[in-house]
């Protein structure tokens, strides 16, 4: 901590000036994870770095939060350059303290310019929905963001999708799976006789059914590049399940139907990549997809039928309201990591006791990835020679690629990594008020309760009062007094917000130790330049659904 104090910060005539007084931030927000060489963008005047995916040592941040840690041959990838001290002499060092605080509107700009928020009809024209409607945020650490997120409704079936997609390695995985995870989805929940619609409707040119009605903010792009090659491997999988399904059956179970279709895409990730394409930018495209990773949590609400699918470490939390007013926060997910006892007992059996020690190693799949579920990251999927067969028949791009060519230690019997869902089922009831899904950005900042009665606060509008906590701190009565006439200032703005999850972020990077958001905290964390915040958090993003319950009730009561 005292080499993170005395580390001077360069001011850049084109940004805004940094702070560099000490700012009151718990341990956890100093060393979040790190993903993608971001040390070696910090430090890239001292350093060469030569693998873009994998980040450098460094001694501000501890191996322990690393995303990924770097393996020792990885040590001469990344040395220093000669008289590399002479590029910090060339730049401006602040040489007394300087203090920038953005004002209240810049900090709203900054929280609020990726907020969405949807109101869902009451009556879509098939059932009346469960959903009153959502409201999604997201907050860039890395950059660009690896983050994505991703909204639907079924159009021919029932039910909403809502997902959040963490990438690592770079974004082009989580991107790639936000855009399509939801069409596998919604094909494998159609019936035989939909599917064939469609499929006769492409053989003859006619226009297609819609499947599904995206709500999207504008930043939420999708690939028009490579449209039409996951257009062709979403076909060939709906012609499959044509072939497999004669239509006698028509029950649709939406368990099933989550798994086949995350382990699908996974699969059309892979072979994607395997095969190529003759388009240079889609074979590079495709390449970077599938060496990249992203984790996912899915939710499908069907009427009172909530079905979570989650691969990795994102987490979906239900808010309950009790009969005196308090909140409670209800799991409907699993962290896919060490930190899971029925994961790591799972990865050892499904390899040879010889590798019972070497599979996990410091809490990471053979020493080096911290979710043990994921999509693309086919250097944990492919076999050694597979991986060298596509690399040397890449573009250059990737063979020049250090990270690329490495093959994880103790990789003997692949795959070690699957994107096969855990999916949890939960039935609504009315005092279920919420759904939370969010990337492990949040998660790393808040507790799970926190985060469920600062939403349930927010949307109903009441603030239960808590004893102000100051957890060991020595505190006067002057100081109390100060706390207390804050907290009573703040009440008339605390709801200045019109999102849920854009609210929530603010509490995320703007608490302070007492549980409050401080203004000045907040504008430090939202001052921070690209290079340096990814060292105090990980992107940020949040899907906030409330649920109606009213309808939710009236659904208890026909049964």
């Given at each position: 901590?005292?080499?993170?104090?005395?580390?001077?910060?360069?001011?850049?005539?084109?940004?805004?000036?940094?702070?560099?007084?000490?700012?009151?931030?718990?341990?956890?927000?100093?060393?979040?994870?790190?993903?993608?060489?971001?040390?070696?963008?910090?430090?890239?005047?001292?350093?060469?770095?030569?693998?873009?995916?994998?980040?450098?040592?460094?001694?501000?941040?501890?191996?322990?939060?690393?995303?990924?840690?770097?393996?020792?041959?990885?040590?001469?990838?990344?040395?220093?350059?000669?008289?590399?001290?002479?590029?910090?002499?060339?730049?401006?060092?602040?040489?007394?303290?300087?203090?920038?605080?953005?004002?209240?509107?810049?900090?709203?700009?900054?929280?609020?310019?990726?907020?969405?928020?949807?109101?869902?009809?009451?009556?879509?024209?098939?059932?009346?929905?469960?959903?009153?409607?959502?409201?999604?945020?997201?907050?860039?650490?890395?950059a660009p963001i690896e983050d994505r997120r991703s909204a639907a409704t079924c159009l021919q079936t029932r039910g909403m999708l809502l997902g959040v997609f963490d990438g690592h390695a770079g974004c082009a995985c989580s991107q790639a799976v936000s855009e399509r995870l939801f069409y596998y989805i919604a094909v494998s929940l159609l019936p035989h006789e939909t599917l064939l619609e469609i499929e006769n409707a492409v053989e003859s040119g006619r226009a297609l059914l819609p499947i599904l009605q995206w709500h999207k903010h504008p930043n939420d792009y999708f690939s028009k590049e490579a449209s039409k090659l996951y257009f062709n491997s979403l076909r060939t999988y709906w012609q499959e399940l044509i072939d497999l399904n004669t239509g006698e059956s028509t029950d649709i179970d939406v368990k099933e139907a989550l798994i086949n279709a995350f382990k699908r895409l996974d699969n059309d990730i892979s072979l994607e990549a395997q095969?190529?394409?003759?388009?240079?930018?889609?074979?590079?495209?495709?390449?970077?997809?599938?060496?990249?990773?992203?984790?996912?949590?899915?939710?499908?609400?069907?009427?009172?039928?909530?079905?979570?699918?989650?691969?990795?470490?994102?987490?979906?939390?239900?808010?309950?309201?009790?009969?005196?007013?308090?909140?409670?926060?209800?799991?409907?997910?699993?962290?896919?990591?060490?930190?899971?006892?029925?994961?790591?007992?799972?990865?050892?059996?499904?390899?040879?006791?010889?590798?019972?020690?070497?599979?996990?190693?410091?809490?990471?799949?053979?020493?080096?990835?911290?979710?043990?579920?994921?999509?693309?990251?086919?250097?944990?999927?492919?076999?050694?020679?597979?991986?060298?067969?596509?690399?040397?028949?890449?573009?250059?791009?990737?063979?020049?690629?250090?990270?690329?060519?490495?093959?994880?230690?103790?990789?003997?019997?692949?795959?070690?990594?699957?994107?096969?869902?855990?999916?949890?089922?939960?039935?609504?009831?009315?005092?279920?008020?919420?759904?939370?899904?969010?990337?492990?950005?949040?998660?790393?900042?808040?507790?799970?309760?926190?985060?469920?009665?600062?939403?349930?606060?927010?949307?109903?509008?009441?603030?239960?009062?808590?004893?102000?906590?100051?957890?060991?701190?020595?505190?006067?009565?002057?100081?109390?007094?100060?706390?207390?006439?804050?907290?009573?200032?703040?009440?008339?703005?605390?709801?200045?917000?019109?999102?849920?999850?854009?609210?929530?972020?603010?509490?995320?990077?703007?608490?302070?130790?007492?549980?409050?958001?401080?203004?000045?905290?907040?504008?430090?964390?939202?001052?921070?330049?690209?290079?340096?915040?990814?060292?105090?958090?990980?992107?940020?993003?949040?899907?906030?659904?409330?649920?109606?319950?009213?309808?939710?009730?009236?659904?208890?009561?026909?049964?």
């Amino acid at each position: 901590m005292t080499k993170q104090r005395n580390l001077r910060i360069p001011v850049r005539s084109s940004s805004l000036p940094l702070f560099s007084d000490a700012m009151p931030a718990p341990t956890q927000l100093f060393f979040p994870l790190i993903r993608n060489c971001e040390l070696s963008r910090i430090y890239g005047t001292a350093c060469y770095c030569h693998h873009k995916h994998l980040c450098c040592s460094s001694p501000y941040v501890p191996q322990s939060r690393l995303r990924y840690t770097p393996h020792p041959a990885y040590a001469t990838f990344c040395r220093p350059k000669e008289n590399w001290w002479q590029y910090t002499q060339g730049r401006r060092y602040a040489s007394t303290p300087q203090k920038f605080y953005l004002t209240p509107p810049q900090v709203n700009s900054i929280l609020k310019a990726n907020e969405y928020s949807f109101k869902v009809p009451e009556f879509d024209g098939k059932n009346v929905s469960s959903i009153l409607g959502f409201d999604s945020n997201q907050l860039p650490a890395n950059a660009p963001i690896e983050d994505r997120r991703s909204a639907a409704t079924c159009l021919q079936t029932r039910g909403m999708l809502l997902g959040v997609f963490d990438g690592h390695a770079g974004c082009a995985c989580s991107q790639a799976v936000s855009e399509r995870l939801f069409y596998y989805i919604a094909v494998s929940l159609l019936p035989h006789e939909t599917l064939l619609e469609i499929e006769n409707a492409v053989e003859s040119g006619r226009a297609l059914l819609p499947i599904l009605q995206w709500h999207k903010h504008p930043n939420d792009y999708f690939s028009k590049e490579a449209s039409k090659l996951y257009f062709n491997s979403l076909r060939t999988y709906w012609q499959e399940l044509i072939d497999l399904n004669t239509g006698e059956s028509t029950d649709i179970d939406v368990k099933e139907a989550l798994i086949n279709a995350f382990k699908r895409l996974d699969n059309d990730i892979s072979l994607e990549a395997q095969v190529g394409d003759p388009n240079s930018f889609l074979n590079y495209l495709v390449l970077r997809v599938a060496f990249s990773g992203a984790t996912a949590c899915v939710a499908h609400v069907d009427g009172v039928d909530l079905h979570v699918a989650n691969t990795g470490d994102s987490r979906a939390m239900l808010g309950v309201q009790e009969e005196d007013g308090s909140w409670s926060a209800v799991t409907l997910s699993n962290d896919h990591n060490a930190q899971n006892e029925r994961e790591l007992e799972r990865l050892k059996l499904e390899h040879p006791k010889s590798e019972a020690k070497s599979v996990v190693k410091q809490d990471r799949l053979l020493g080096l990835l911290m979710p043990f579920r994921a999509f693309g990251d086919v250097k944990f999927k492919w076999s050694i020679d597979l991986q060298k067969r596509v690399i040397e028949s890449g573009p250059d791009q990737l063979n020049d690629n250090e990270y690329t060519k490495f093959i994880p230690p103790n990789y003997h019997t692949p795959p070690y990594l699957t994107a096969e869902p855990e999916v949890t089922y939960h039935r609504l009831r009315p005092q279920d008020k919420f759904l939370v899904l969010a990337t492990d950005g949040l998660w790393e900042t808040m507790h799970r309760q926190d985060v469920v009665r600062i939403v349930g606060e927010y949307l109903t509008g009441m603030h239960h009062q808590q004893p102000i906590a100051v957890g060991g701190y020595k505190v006067t009565l002057g100081q109390m007094h100060g706390l207390l006439t804050e907290r009573r200032t703040k009440m008339s703005s605390v709801f200045e917000d019109q999102n849920a999850a854009t609210h929530l972020i603010r509490h995320a990077v703007g608490n302070n130790e007492f549980g409050t958001v401080d203004h000045e905290r907040l504008s430090k964390m939202l001052s921070l330049p690209e290079e340096l915040a990814r060292m105090y958090r990980d992107d940020i993003t949040i899907i906030v659904v409330q649920f109606n319950s009213h309808v939710v009730g009236a659904y208890q009561n026909q049964e």
